[in-house]
């Protein structure tokens, strides 16, 4: 089965940028979406189709894919960006969605 | 305004059975794939399975960890998803979410989410 790798957490200063990777068995060649996560709170989707943002979902949230790394881009972090980010795509061989293991954003 | 409303979450023992509801509202509920995720406490989300609109064959596809225990299924009547879950293990004690696909896409990313209905799998 597919698997995505990413790790436990990231620490980033407020106003600078957080890259959270998502790795991946040649994931450039499927399409990644991303969440956020805050404590007793449902996942939101922030990324879909490894780029597009939801309406509603700021600007400073973008995405990246090739090669075997995603990564989820955080521009000019704020405190409420603190969260669990998952990765997740649709393995079409199996057709079977994933996730990621999740990574804790924490904002120092 | 787009909700999903999950029910029949609660304490189940080991070996029995428990059937979770996702009510929703606000979109065409015939229209799309619905699908189940769950977490257990302090870990990921794990995805545990879908069922396509019956346009597109009302089919299901689960993880391989509740396969052939865990149906999924739908009344487009009620705009109700089900997870009917036999065979209840300690190990699906978890929060369980319902969400829906994101329509217009090739690939499966959910775009709306229900709140959630815990389950306690225990003796």
């Known amino acids: 089965s597919y698997v995505l790798t990413q790790p436990p957490s990231v620490s980033v200063a407020p106003g600078q940028t957080a890259k959270i990777p998502c790795r991946g068995n040649n994931i450039g060649t499927k399409s990644v979406h991303w969440y956020h996560q805050k404590p007793g709170q449902a996942p939101v989707l922030v990324v879909y189709?490894?780029?597009d943002r939801p309406s509603g979902i700021p600007e400073r949230f973008s995405g990246s894919n090739s090669g075997n790394t995603a990564t989820l881009t955080i521009s000019r972090v704020e405190a409420g960006d603190e969260a669990d980010y998952y990765c997740q795509v649709w393995d079409s061989d199996s057709d079977h969605v994933v996730f990621g293991g999740g990574t804790e954003l924490i904002v120092l | 305004e787009v909700q999903l409303v999950e029910s029949g979450g609660g304490l189940g023992q080991p070996g029995r059975s428990l059937r979770l509801s996702c009510l929703t509202s606000?979109?065409?509920?015939?229209?799309?794939?619905m699908s189940w995720v769950r977490q257990a406490p302090g870990k990921g989300l794990e995805w545990v399975g879908f069922i396509r609109s019956n346009t597109y064959g009302g089919t299901a596809e689960y993880a391989a960890s509740v396969k052939d225990r865990f149906t999924i299924s739908r009344d487009d009547s009620k705009s109700i998803a089900y997870l009917q879950m036999n065979d209840l293990q300690t190990e699906d004690t978890a929060v369980y979410y319902c969400?829906?696909?994101?329509?217009?896409?090739?690939?499966?990313?959910?775009?709306?989410w229900g709140q959630g209905t815990l389950v306690t799998v225990s003796s």
């Open positions: 969400a829906s696909r994101r329509p217009r896409s090739v690939s499966i990313s959910f775009d709306s």
């Open positions: 189709d490894d780029r």
């Open positions: 606000g979109f065409t509920f015939g229209d799309y794939t």
